[in-house]
């Protein structure tokens, strides 16, 4: 991937909106990582179907190789794409997707083998328009866009600073918030491996009264 320097696309209008996800999808098929606003703070993304493009996303932030990527999706369907869902994994989805949730389920037998760690893939429906218009094609590998172990900017200029080599950066102006919230939903009770927006005290009280 040549190193051009980033260019930013606003989102604040429909028509811009749309212009920006049309440049997004193109780059995306084109192999090339995008930097993107997700309803928590603003992402890096590529095809998940495309090894070598999440291979780009590990390069890019310097993160170690034996790390999982999130996948985000547009709907229900395209999650049952790629896992199954237990009845708590279910009962999580129902009451906080869309949202800033990342359910870590069993992988499919067919879901494809560089998703995930093991034999489990961690999924989310963020809650922004823009995110699910660029994921109805297919999931994404989504990672926040800081360098490994370093802050993650506010802002779309701020990633496209921080990440020269990338060719895309949709503005939808600051996203300041926390990452999401991980649960390991594979047995009967969830287990939070990361709490973010979601809290613990939030997940648990949808399983009192099971």
Do not use: C
């Not at 093991?118 to 809650?127: F, N, Q, S, Y």
């Amino acid at each position: 991937m040549a190193v051009t320097g980033s260019r930013v696309l606003g989102a604040g209008t429909l028509a811009q909106r749309e212009r920006a996800v049309d440049a997004a999808l193109a780059a995306l098929r084109r192999g090339e990582p995008v930097g993107v606003p997700t309803d928590t703070v603003y992402g890096l993304a590529a095809d998940a179907a495309d090894a070598d493009a999440i291979q780009q996303l590990f390069e890019l932030k310097d993160r170690p190789a034996d790390r999982s990527i999130a996948v985000l999706v547009a709907d229900f369907a395209g999650a049952g794409t790629l896992v199954e869902f237990t009845a708590p994994a279910q009962r999580l989805a129902e009451r906080f997707w869309p949202g800033p949730l990342t359910i870590v389920a069993a992988r499919r037998f067919d879901a494809p083998a560089h998703l995930g760690t093991g034999g489990t893939i961690g999924v989310r429906l963020p809650d922004d328009g823009i995110m699910r218009a660029i994921a109805a094609p297919g999931p994404l590998a989504v990672t926040s866009a800081n360098l490994h172990g370093g802050p993650t900017p506010a802002t779309a200029q701020d990633v496209a600073d921080l990440f020269p080599a990338l060719g895309l950066v949709i503005d939808a102006g600051p996203r300041p918030g926390s990452s999401s919230t991980v649960v390991d939903a594979t047995g009967d009770a969830p287990e939070v491996l990361r709490e973010g927006s979601v809290t613990k005290q939030q997940i648990m009280e949808i399983f009192h009264d099971i």
